[in-house]
DNA sequence: TAGGGCACTAAACAGTGATAACTTATCAGT
DNA sequence: ACTGATAAGTTATCACTGTTTAGTGCCCTA
């Protein structure tokens, strides 16, 4: 039941969108948005609650890409290797996504449901899959496995936030740390997820 | 020179430290500042280019606090590991300064110096110093031990952001996690720097 | 054709960083 | 001691931001 042709939704949407992906996130602004689209600023209330749930359904839509990309890469030998470099790819494909999907502080976006995260985060259980194959015993516990690719997560992540962000040193090239980081993150899954052992390790 | 008794400056600054500690960075706003201060909020314009300059001050204050928990570390066997430790504890004990230290964007302070997080880094100096005393061999060039530095770092980095943004899953403990990172960083001395070999790892 | 509700606008509120113009206090030089 | 320059502020304003409230007009149904 639209008054001006077409639904307003889709079109905020995009906009929001264009806006997010050309100029950043910090471009991102209500009005903004509006006025690219032909209609108010409080207009947008009425198809999202605030500001943060519109870009929490831009935050959907990466995850959705981010999920197409993971599940593109074809299992078997060398299949968690795979993922990493797909997750990595994806990052530096699409920065503006990756930065609203895991840069954002709760503190920065207080309304936004952290609990969706954790819904969406799917490609934990690709990763945890990855990892119990590439193990030579497959008894390990789901735990395990979530926790070893909760590291081999944030190793990855940890490179790319740190590259996005322009903390490298300039003698060094972002895409070598981004690749050892991937060599690191295939050693995540050595780690043991014992009860740490406080002796000196080598 | 001051009109008001005191020197202006040191009380907006220790007034601004208070507020981001207290409430965070988003909380941190000139008029508040100027408020509490007791002062109008264009006086800060004084003596702060703007008001990234102000925050800049405050991110100082957090590298010379994170210098001193670094050089505290016994240096010897076990230094590197004492590193990471270190580096981990500052930013559980201290969340709201490392966030300004190193999760801020320059899209989100776009005047701020990103060259200045260069000079301040002598934490990886620190970190590669370490390193290179870890390895067996220490015929490893002054950049490989940067790059290994930094992935080190990276490591380390990529367990806090996430554990500091609440993206980790529930079921997790984020000491777990960060413990794991430690774990894992360590083992990045072991990442040899030659050009990858696409082989299938395991 | 009358009524009701949906889709939207206009206007405003409270807050943000920042700037220009103005006032006032302090200090140096004569 | 008086004058002038300069430092140290204030006041007022601009251009933004997210958000809310009240009101308007169109369309569909009865």
Redesign the interface.
């Known amino acids: 039941m639209p008054r001006n042709g077409t639904d307003l939704k889709p079109r905020i949407l995009a906009e929001a969108r264009k806006i997010l992906l050309e100029d ?3 471009a991102l602004s209500t009005r903004r948005v509006a006025g690219e689209v032909g209609c108010t600023a409080a207009a947008i209330y009425h198809y999202f609650e605030n500001k943060d749930a519109l870009l929490h359904a831009l935050i959907d839509e990466g995850f959705e890409l981010l999920h197409d990309r993971l599940e593109a890469v074809p299992k078997g ?2 299949h968690l ?1 795979g993922l990493c470099a797909a997750y990595v790819d994806f990052s530096s494909a699409n920065p503006e996504f990756y ?1 609203v999907m ?7 976006m207080e309304r936004y449901p ?1 609990e969706r ?2 819904a969406q ?1 799917d490609y ?1 259980a690709l990763l945890g899959n990855a990892i119990n194959v ?1 193990r030579q015993e497959s008894a390990h516990s789901p ?1 395990s496995a ?2 070893a690719a ?2 081999v ?7 790319i ?2 590259h ?9 090239r972002g895409p ?2 981004l ?3 991937i ?2 993150a ?3 899954v ?2 043991s ?1 014992l009860p ?1 052992q406080p002796g ?3």
Chains 1, 2 share one sequence.
Do not use: C
Not at 102 to 108: G, I
Not at 164 to 172: F, G, H, N
């Open positions: 950043g996130y910090t030998e060398g290797r930065e895991f840069h954002l502080h709760p503190t920065q952290v995260y954790r985060r934990l590439s735990h979530l926790r909760t590291l997560w944030s190793t990855l992540h940890g490179a936030s740190l996005q962000a322009m903390r490298i040193d300039k003698s060094l070598d740390l690749d050892d980081a060599r690191l295939m050693r995540a050595e780690i997820p740490s000196i390790s080598s």
